[in-house]
T-cell receptor
Framework: QKEVEQDPGPLSVPEGAIVSLNCTYSNSAFQYFMWYRQYSRKGPELLMYTYSSGNKEDGRFTAQVDKSSKYISLFIRDSQPSDSATYLCALTNNAGNMLTFGGGTRLMVKP | DAEITQSPRHKITETGRQVTLACHQTWNHNNMFWYRQDLGHGLRLIHYSYGVQDTNKGEVSDGYSVSRSNTEDLPLTLESAASSQTSVYFC?????????????FGPGTRLTVL
């Protein structure tokens, strides 16, 4: 079993929809939870991160962490075609900036 | 502007050949990482370095080596390329100290081993 599981998709939604992207994990040592966005044929870029349980909002994006369930989510409100990308969750404990990535979910937002 | 570059962007090689992928960053970051990305596996860590002369093995290090002779560069060498090493390779760097320091990724190198 992988340490971090993520549905690969693709997830296709109409423009303006609310998108929910999720990861589950097995290692309770993870303390920091990050979301990266990767456009086709580009390197990943950090979208946002949260520490421990709770919510964090940044514009149209909300990251949510439930450590008791080992479940993290990224919500995108008012989705736009420019949000079409692969979204990867990345988790770490305090050990030297080492990230464990999920497999990524491919999102397509149709105009 | 500071950046991280990788070369070549595309490479086709034959089984058994030695291949070196270059990674160069101008942020003066201490931490540098090499990942491979394969369908269904996401990004997997190959090797990483926390500074000059420091190198460490990651999750999938067999068949790969790195060396860090300066802050800016971390070349990745495939000693004897195998078809299983066909993948997209990403280099990343981050500042030292904070666990949440952003990892900045390069554009990737697409390697095909025939």
């Amino acid at each position: 079993q992988k340490e971090v599981e993520q549905d690969p998709g693709p997830l296709s939604v109409p423009e303006g929809a609310i998108v929910s992207l999720n990861c589950t994990y097995s290692n309770s040592a993870f303390q920091y939870f990050m979301w990266y966005r990767q456009y086709s044929r580009k390197g990943p870029e950090l979208l946002m991160y949260t520490y421990s349980s709770g919510n964090k909002e940044d514009g149209r994006f909300t990251a949510q962490v439930d450590k008791s369930s080992k479940y993290i989510s990224l919500f995108i409100r008012d989705s736009q075609p420019s949000d079409s990308a692969t979204y990867l969750c990345a988790l770490t404990n305090n050990a030297g900036n080492m990230l464990t990535f999920g497999g990524g979910t491919r999102l397509m937002v149709k105009p | 502007d500071a950046e991280i570059t990788q070369s070549p962007r595309h490479k086709i090689t034959e089984t058994g050949r030695q291949v070196t992928l270059a990674c160069h960053q101008t942020w003066n970051h201490n931490n540098m990482f090499w990942y491979r990305q394969d369908l269904g596996h996401g990004l997997r860590l190959i090797h990483y370095s926390y500074g000059v002369q420091d190198t460490n093995k990651g999750e999938v290090s067999d068949g790969y080596s790195v060396s860090r002779s300066n802050t800016e560069d971390l070349p990745l060498t495939l000693e004897s390329a195998a078809s299983s090493q066909t993948s997209v390779y990403f280099c990343a760097s981050s500042a030292a100290g904070q666990v949440t320091d952003t990892q900045y990724f390069g554009p990737g190198t697409r390697l095909t081993v025939l």
